[in-house]
């Protein structure tokens, strides 16, 4: 399974940008996709997940910023952010679980400065 994401960039603060990841490869029963960040000198954390059912669960620090969606067909998905702050500031990193196995993209870095 190979995981592609786009989307970073530079942003000011209060400014969107939108998040991609596609899969391709050996995919047969995603269980769950979603995004994690990691900040300089901090532990990788969760971000937001979707879940094959469709349940979907974002950290507190952006929830009612951040949208998480899923296109099934595509095996691709999605996270829109909005309302950025500078501690939003990180590397992204999408994630898919299969079958009990986890899976990584490359990362996509955003930063949130004037």
């Known amino acids: 399974v190979q995981l592609q994401a786009s989307g970073g960039g530079l942003v000011q603060p209060g400014g969107s940008l939108t998040l991609s990841c596609a899969a391709s490869g050996s995919i047969f029963s995603i269980n769950a996709m979603g995004w994690y960040r990691q900040a300089p000198g901090k532990q990788r954390e969760l971000v937001a997940i979707?879940?094959?059912?469709?349940?979907?669960h974002y950290a507190e620090s952006v929830k009612g910023r951040f949208t998480i969606s899923r296109d099934n067909a595509k095996n691709t998905v999605y996270l829109q952010m909005n309302s950025l702050k500078p501690e939003d500031t990180a590397v992204y990193y999408c994630?898919?679980?299969?079958?009990?196995?986890?899976?990584w993209g490359q990362g996509t870095q955003v930063t949130v400065s004037s």
């Open positions: 979707a879940t094959r059912v469709g349940s979907t």
């Open positions: 994630n898919l679980v299969q079958q009990l196995r986890t899976y």
